[in-house]
């Protein structure tokens, strides 16, 4: 005779190892739950990883979060990692352009001690890449932007770069603006982009408080935090982490039962499939959620990273924007990756919404890109590049067009325990590092609702406890 379920010990199993995974089987063991994660990779941290490359530790692809990202934030100090990321005092993005005859221009965009929107004000007087008359156009823009209520469901359905126009904004504010900001956060141009995305992350990060765009990063390698600092903290915490273990059949019932690709079953009240849609999609019982034949149609947008060792350093920031250039951001990745020649510089180009370019071969990369750092870093005319390799990441968001939002499922499913989680859920945020611990909080909240008083994400960043 089975025991009923409120007499036994809960049990859950948790499909993926990425941050939003990790954040729901930490939440569901630390509410007392007997929780197992299954990670299909021999590595926690999904798509935001480390991996070796002789003595280089090469992160898969650069990742930035804000100081608005409070749950990522939460995620990290949870992990015992707070000392192993850092934030920005003060938001400020240095964006250089080279015109033709060789003239170089240094803009930046950086944010003051005064309240919003005024924090941004000087900074954009004196934006050096934009006229006067295009300074006051971004300024009626994001205003107009402040206006926008982000409850209001036809956002959706409006292209961000139609709304642009719309409000005055030209190719020219476009470009040294709203794509700049946007193709970084979005993953996509503003002509290809949801309207509701693009207003959350313009509100968001740069309308809500001063410092909610406040720059941060990881100051070691991803892995260190997204899977060694992750494997500790959720072994601690008691979950059974299994690498190596792709989930491959999901059976509901009154137990859901989900069987390994070895063969394994393993029963649990509660299955949390926090893997991208794809997986979901494979894994969902039928009519399990309204427009499940749909989920494929939430498509997914690339991301290229080019790395280059230098020989010498070219760089004297942490990062800095490129406009008018096919370079978008550049790092500085030498003190994370353990690069080990005297003197050298690892520089990592992040390359969002790169559709035509993340399947060419290396040559043509390497063709692409160095003459464009020579022309962008003068320094680099005389350098000897040491290494030269890329990072694509074809699957690295899911495309935020206008109609995505109907095709974003929340946590809960019609199948009794089965809940969703992962970037692509509906979050109201864009695929980040954000989203993914923002939807692993809603998976566990709903799992564990209707089980006494339990503590819940408030959505403050601070770990429910
Ligand atoms: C190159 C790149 C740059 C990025 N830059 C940024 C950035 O700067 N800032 C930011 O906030 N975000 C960034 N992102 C996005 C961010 O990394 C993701 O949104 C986030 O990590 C997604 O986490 P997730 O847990 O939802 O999903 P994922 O990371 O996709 O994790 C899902 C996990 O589930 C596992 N899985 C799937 N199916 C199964 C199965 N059947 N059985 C077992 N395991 C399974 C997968 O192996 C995977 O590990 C970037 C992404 C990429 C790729």
């Given at each position: 005779m089975s025991t009923p379920t409120a007499q036994r010990e809960r049990t859950a199993v948790v499909v993926g190892g990425g941050l939003a995974g990790i954040t729901a089987a930490l939440r569901l063991a630390d509410a007392g739950v007997r929780t197992t994660l299954l990670e299909?990779?021999?590595?926690?941290?999904g798509l935001a990883f480390s991996f070796k490359r002789g003595e280089l530790t090469v992160d898969n692809g650069q990742h930035v979060y804000l100081r608005c990202c409070t749950a990522y934030r939460g995620l990290v100090e949870r992990l015992g990692a707070g000392a192993l990321v850092d934030l920005q005092p003060r938001l400020d993005v240095p964006v250089l352009s080279v015109a033709a005859d060789g003239t170089r221009s240094l803009g930046r965009l950086r944010r003051a001690d005064l309240p919003v929107p005024l924090h941004l004000a000087g900074s954009l007087a004196t934006?050096?890449?934009?006229s006067p008359a295009d300074r006051l156009r971004v300024v009626r823009g994001a205003l107009a932007l402040q206006k926008l209520?982000?409850?209001?469901?036809?956002?959706?359905?409006?292209?961000f770069g139609e709304w642009l126009r719309r409000h005055g904004q030209t190719p020219a504010t476009v470009a040294a603006v709203w794509d700049l900001v946007g193709v970084a956060t979005l993953n996509a141009t503003a002509d290809r982009t949801s309207l509701a995305l693009a207003a959350m992350v313009f509100k968001t990060g740069?309308?809500?408080?001063?410092?909610?765009?406040d720059i941060g990063a990881a100051n070691v390698p991803l892995g260190e935090i997204h899977h060694d600092r992750a494997l500790a903290e959720l072994e601690r915490a008691g979950v059974r982490v299994l690498l190596r273990?792709?989930?491959?059949?999901l059976k509901a019932a009154e137990q859901n039962a989900v069987r390994l690709e070895g063969g394994e079953l393993l029963t649990a009240d509660t299955v949390v499939l926090a893997g991208a849609q794809d997986a979901a999609a494979a894994l969902?019982?039928?009519?399990?959620?309204?427009?499940?034949?749909?989920?494929?149609?939430l498509g997914t947008a690339p991301i290229l990273n080019v790395h280059v060792v230098y020989?010498?350093?070219?760089?004297?920031?942490p990062f800095f924007a490129a406009l008018?250039?096919?370079?978008q951001f550049v790092f500085d990745r030498t003190r994370h990756s353990g690069?080990?020649?005297?003197?050298a510089q690892y520089l990592a180009l992040s390359q969002s919404a790169v559709e035509d370019e993340i399947d060419l071969p290396v040559a043509e990369l390497r063709a692409r890109y160095l003459p464009e750092l020579e022309r962008l870093l003068?320094?680099?005319?005389?350098?000897?590049?040491l290494d030269f390799f890329v990072t694509r990441?074809?699957?690295?968001?899911?495309?935020?067009?206008?109609?995505?939002a109907a095709l974003r499922p929340g946590?809960?499913?019609?199948?009794?325990?089965v809940l969703l989680a992962g970037s692509?859920?509906?979050?109201?945020?864009?695929?980040t590092m954000e989203g993914a611990v923002r939807s692993g909080h809603a998976a566990a909240d709903a799992a564990l609702a209707?089980?006494?008083r339990l503590p819940v994400d408030r959505g403050d960043g601070r770990w429910p406890r």
């Amino acid at each position: 005779m089975s025991t009923p379920t409120a007499q036994r010990e809960r049990t859950a199993v948790v499909v993926g190892g990425g941050l939003a995974g990790i954040t729901a089987a930490l939440r569901l063991a630390d509410a007392g739950v007997r929780t197992t994660l299954l990670e299909a990779r021999p590595r926690l941290g999904g798509l935001a990883f480390s991996f070796k490359r002789g003595e280089l530790t090469v992160d898969n692809g650069q990742h930035v979060y804000l100081r608005c990202c409070t749950a990522y934030r939460g995620l990290v100090e949870r992990l015992g990692a707070g000392a192993l990321v850092d934030l920005q005092p003060r938001l400020d993005v240095p964006v250089l352009s080279v015109a033709a005859d060789g003239t170089r221009s240094l803009g930046r965009l950086r944010r003051a001690d005064l309240p919003v929107p005024l924090h941004l004000a000087g900074s954009l007087a004196t934006y050096r890449h934009l006229s006067p008359a295009d300074r006051l156009r971004v300024v009626r823009g994001a205003l107009a932007l402040q206006k926008l209520d982000l409850a209001d469901p036809a956002l959706d359905g409006v292209s961000f770069g139609e709304w642009l126009r719309r409000h005055g904004q030209t190719p020219a504010t476009v470009a040294a603006v709203w794509d700049l900001v946007g193709v970084a956060t979005l993953n996509a141009t503003a002509d290809r982009t949801s309207l509701a995305l693009a207003a959350m992350v313009f509100k968001t990060g740069l309308l809500s408080e001063p410092g909610a765009a406040d720059i941060g990063a990881a100051n070691v390698p991803l892995g260190e935090i997204h899977h060694d600092r992750a494997l500790a903290e959720l072994e601690r915490a008691g979950v059974r982490v299994l690498l190596r273990s792709r989930a491959a059949e999901l059976k509901a019932a009154e137990q859901n039962a989900v069987r390994l690709e070895g063969g394994e079953l393993l029963t649990a009240d509660t299955v949390v499939l926090a893997g991208a849609q794809d997986a979901a999609a494979a894994l969902l019982p039928p009519g399990a959620i309204p427009g499940q034949h749909r989920l494929a149609d939430l498509g997914t947008a690339p991301i290229l990273n080019v790395h280059v060792v230098y020989d010498r350093p070219l760089i004297r920031r942490p990062f800095f924007a490129a406009l008018g250039s096919p370079v978008q951001f550049v790092f500085d990745r030498t003190r994370h990756s353990g690069l080990a020649v005297p003197g050298a510089q690892y520089l990592a180009l992040s390359q969002s919404a790169v559709e035509d370019e993340i399947d060419l071969p290396v040559a043509e990369l390497r063709a692409r890109y160095l003459p464009e750092l020579e022309r962008l870093l003068p320094a680099a005319r005389g350098a000897r590049v040491l290494d030269f390799f890329v990072t694509r990441e074809r699957t690295a968001t899911f495309d935020p067009a206008p109609g995505t939002a109907a095709l974003r499922p929340g946590a809960r499913t019609g199948a009794p325990g089965v809940l969703l989680a992962g970037s692509w859920t509906a979050t109201g945020w864009p695929a980040t590092m954000e989203g993914a611990v923002r939807s692993g909080h809603a998976a566990a909240d709903a799992a564990l609702a209707g089980h006494g008083r339990l503590p819940v994400d408030r959505g403050d960043g601070r770990w429910p406890r």
